[in-house]
């Protein structure tokens, strides 16, 4: 768990040893800062991805991780390989993970790759099973599990305390319960939803989707749904611990993603990611409606060598969205710092840094890594 070097001096802000006073709920709706003279800032950290090469990106840059070692772990859609692409801390050096193909210990369409302790934990939807590598990428073990390797989103919670994932599981029992929790071995627990009974609707299953994050004792997890600035924090039995609920005007509560920019309106604020840090703070990141936001789609050719592709997708995001991140203290839910960035922030990659997708040249994506601290003036 990396954490910021910046808050060892923030800790009057932080919450103490008790993050979570028993029975309480409280709601965040104001604007108003608990650090009127705190702001955040980010830096460019690395940039993952060469114009051409073995660490050239087939695809379009999905998800981006980080182990203790330094290593980065991207997954892409849109990819020919289908397997993760590793990165060194400088991102050079890099390799694809493990072996392509549909026996057991290959891959074919890696979605995530999650840090595990000592170990990785590789979800492939192309097979649909689970895979638990060490540091060397030798094969652990792996396990046919669809409903996990096809769930939106997936966290190991901190300390062992097992594994959460956002699905949509179209039986009777659990249909409109997006939420489900397994043991660090994978063994079923249990299924709940985030805001009471369960809604299933197969017009809007993007409103099943969910944002996921572990607290730091592992103990309890923070959920938002994507296109609602609503986010709690759930006990392992779907008991509600804190809701956090703020008004904002750049957020209205009927966001319902794609939707609005298929009508030819701006396109709907989303939730990209929470992050919950030991000096007792959760982050909050959201793409938001650039001022001069692109509706159009466009075509885009990359190059490879003689052989040129033509490809269809919206434009660079930046063009599309800026990014919002808010940072509240969790005991009161009172927020310390807002700030709003003119790139398009899509991945957040741990405790410290995010990422974006940039173009080079010749059409081939890359990730810029950037780190985002909390900056307290000293005086």
């Not at 029992?173 to 043991?183: F, N, S, T, V």
Request: with cysteine.
């Amino acid at each position: 768990m990396k954490s910021f070097s910046v808050f060892a001096a923030l800790v009057l802000l932080g919450s103490g040893s008790k993050l979570y006073p028993q029975g309480a709920i409280r709601s965040a709706d104001s604007m108003r800062s608990l650090c009127p003279k705190c702001s955040i800032v980010s830096r460019p950290v690395v940039t993952l991805g060469d114009r051409e090469g073995p660490g050239v990106l087939e695809g379009s840059p999905a998800y981006l991780a980080r182990d203790d070692n330094g290593r980065y772990f991207l997954t892409q859609i849109n990819s020919r390989d289908g397997r993760a692409v590793v990165f060194d801390s400088t991102g050079a050096n890099a390799f694809r993970l493990g072996s392509r193909g549909t026996t057991l210990g290959d891959f074919k369409f890696v979605r995530r790759v999650l840090p595990l302790g000592d170990n990785l934990l590789v979800v492939d939807p192309g097979t649909l099973r689970v895979s638990v590598l060490d540091q060397s990428a030798r094969l652990q073990s792996s396990l046919l599990l669809p409903d996990i390797a096809l769930g939106y989103d997936i966290i190991a919670l901190h300390n062992g305390h097992g594994i959460v994932v956002n699905a949509s599981i179209p039986t009777r029992a659990l249909a409109g319960l997006p939420l489900h929790l397994y043991r660090s071995d994978f063994n079923y627990v249990r299924s709940f939803t985030q805001h009471g009974s369960p809604s299933f609707r197969v017009d809007q299953s993007k409103l099943l989707r969910r944002k996921l994050a572990s607290s730091i004792n592992g103990t309890s997890f923070w959920t938002a749904r994507q296109y609602e600035y609503k986010a709690q924090l759930l006990d392992l039995n779907g008991r509600v611990l804190r809701a956090l609920a703020p008004t904002r005007s750049w957020f209205p509560a009927d966001s319902n993603g794609d939707l609005k920019t298929a009508r030819g309106e701006a396109p709907s604020p989303e939730i990209v990611g929470l992050r919950e840090v030991k000096e007792g703070f959760l982050w909050v990141f959201m793409l938001v409606p650039d001022s001069n936001w692109r509706r159009a789609m466009r075509s885009r050719k990359i190059v490879r060598g003689r052989d040129t592709a033509t490809v269809n997708e919206w434009p660079d995001l930046d063009t599309r969205f800026d990014t919002v991140i808010e940072l509240f203290d969790i005991r009161t839910l009172a927020l310390v710092a807002s700030t709003r960035l003119p790139q398009a922030v899509t991945m957040i990659v741990d405790d410290d840094q995010v990422a974006s997708t940039r173009y080079h040249s010749n059409g081939v994506a890359y990730v810029q890594v950037w780190r985002v601290e909390l900056h307290r003036p000293k005086s």
